[in-house]
C-alpha cells in the first residue's frame, strides 16, 4: 500500500519534526517523544497529561494547548508510550498544583501510566490517573481487559482541561473527568482495515462487502461481520448500542454532547449525511442534543469507519465544555 512516508522506523519522529514546524506555540521534543504547551507552568494550574500509541491523530498530541492538555506523550504506532515519556511530562508541566493523567483503557498504556504515577510519587508530585472505557460494543479484546477507550477521552480532555484552566484544584479536575467518563458511551464501525506502516498491508481481513460492527480503533474485533448496510441502519445500531447503556445515566431526560467521529479515510461528506442519520434518530427518541461535534478526531490510521460518542452533559460539563480552547486540532472561543 502506498503511503506518504520516508521510512517505517522514523515516521513517528518525522510526523513530530512537522508538528514542531507547524505549532511554534508547542514545545516539542523529538527524540524524547512529549509535546508540552510553552505556558505550562504559567498560572499555577493543574497539569493535564495524557497519552498513547501514534496512528489516532490528532488525539493525543493536536490536543496540546489553551484550555485541554498540558502535554502528550506519544508512542510508536499502535504502541504505549514508555513511563519515561509520562515521567518527563508530568515534570515538564507540574506547577506546585499536581498531575491529572488520562488513560486509555489498553494495558500497555495503564501498566505504563501507573508505574510513571507512581516513579512521579515517589519525585514528590500529587497525581491522579483517570481512565476512560466508554466502548460499549465488547468487554474484553485483543489490547484491553474491560472496556475500550474510545472516543470520550476527546471529551474528558477537553472539559478536565477547561476546570484545569479555571483553577480547579488536581481532586476536583479529576472527579470531572471522571464524571464525564462515566457518562460516555461509544460504539465504532469499520468499514475497511487500517494498514500500519510497518505492515505495509491491512492489519486485519475485512472482505469486500463487510463491515464490523463495534471495531476498536487498533481493528481489535467488534461484536459481529454484517452485509454492507446504508448507512442509516448503520446508525440505528450504533446508537441503539450507545442509548441502551445510556439510559444508565441519569437524568436520563437529559441533553447529550454527541460526536460523530472518523477513522481517518471517511470523508466529510460522508460523516456529514452519517450525523444526519444520528440526529434524525436521536431527535425521533427525545434525546436532546445540546452541542455536536463532526470530524476526525480519534483515529485508526486509514481505516474507513466512524464512531459515535454521547455524553450525558449537565450545566457544569456543558459550561466547560463551551469554555475556550486553543490547539492544533480544537479550537474555538479565544
Given at each position: 500500500m502506498k503511503m506518504l512516508i520516508n521510512s517505517p522506523d522514523t515516521v513517528v519522529a518525522d510526523a513530530l519534526r512537522g508538528m514542531a514546524a507547524a505549532h511554534p506555540e508547542l514545545d516539542v521534543d523529538v527524540e524524547r517523544r512529549v509535546v508540552v504547551r510553552r505556558d505550562a507552568r504559567?498560572?499555577?494550574?493543574v497539569g493535564v497529561v495524557s497519552g498513547g500509541g501514534s496512528g489516532h491523530e490528532p488525539l493525543h498530541a493536536g490536543f496540546v494547548g489553551y484550555g485541554m492538555l498540558s502535554a502528550a506523550c506519544p508512542g510508536e504506532v499502535f504502541t504505549s508510550p514508555v513511563p519515561?515519556?509520562?515521567?518527563?511530562?508530568?515534570?515538564?508541566?507540574?506547577?506546585?498544583?499536581?498531575v491529572l493523567f488520562v488513560v486509555k483503557n489498553y494495558t500497555g498504556d495503564v501498566l505504563n501510566f501507573e508505574m510513571a504515577a507512581e516513579?512521579?510519587?515517589?519525585?514528590?508530585?500529587?497525581?491522579?490517573?483517570?481512565?476512560?472505557?466508554d466502548d460499549?460494543?465488547?468487554?474484553?479484546?485483543?489490547?484491553?481487559?474491560g472496556r475500550r477507550g474510545t472516543g470520550a477521552t476527546l471529551f474528558v480532555e477537553k472539559i478536565a482541561g477547561a476546570a484545569a484552566e479555571e483553577g480547579a484544584p488536581l481532586e476536583r479536575?479529576?472527579?470531572i473527568a471522571r464524571r464525564v467518563n462515566e457518562s460516555s458511551r461509544s460504539f465504532g464501525v469499520a468499514l475497511t482495515a487500517c494498514a500500519t506502516p510497518a505492515k505495509g498491508s491491512p492489519t486485519f481481513d475485512l472482505p469486500d462487502g463487510e463491515l464490523e460492527l463495534g471495531v476498536g480503533i487498533h481493528g481489535e474485533p467488534g461484536r459481529e461481520r454484517r452485509p454492507m448496510m446504508p448507512a442509516?441502519?448503520?446508525?440505528?445500531?450504533?446508537?441503539?448500542?450507545?442509548?441502551?447503556?445510556?439510559?444508565?445515566?441519569?437524568p436520563a431526560d437529559g441533553p447529550v454532547l454527541a460526536l460523530v467521529n472518523g477513522m481517518g479515510a471517511t470523508p466529510l461528506l460522508e460523516l456529514y449525511g452519517f450525523h444526519a442519520d444520528v440526529a434524525r434518530l436521536l431527535d425521533a427518541r427525545g434525546v436532546p442534543v445540546a452541542r455536536t461535534l463532526v470530524g476526525n478526531y480519534v483515529t485508526s490510521l486509514d481505516m474507513a469507519g466512524c464512531s459515535v460518542t454521547l455524553c450525558r452533559a449537565d450545566e457544569e460539563l456543558l459550561r466547560l465544555w463551551d469554555a475556550p480552547v486553543q490547539t492544533p486540532a480544537l479550537r474555538w472561543g479565544r
Open positions: 504559567d498560572g499555577g494550574r519515561d515519556q509520562m515521567l518527563r511530562a508530568a515534570e515538564a508541566v507540574d506547577s506546585g498544583q499536581g516513579l512521579a510519587e515517589e519525585d514528590g508530585r500529587r497525581v491522579e490517573r483517570v481512565l476512560v472505557n460499549v460494543a465488547v468487554t474484553d479484546s485483543l489490547y484491553t481487559a479536575v479529576a472527579a442509516r441502519e448503520i446508525a440505528e445500531v450504533a446508537l441503539a448500542a450507545v442509548l441502551e447503556e445510556l439510559a444508565e445515566v441519569s
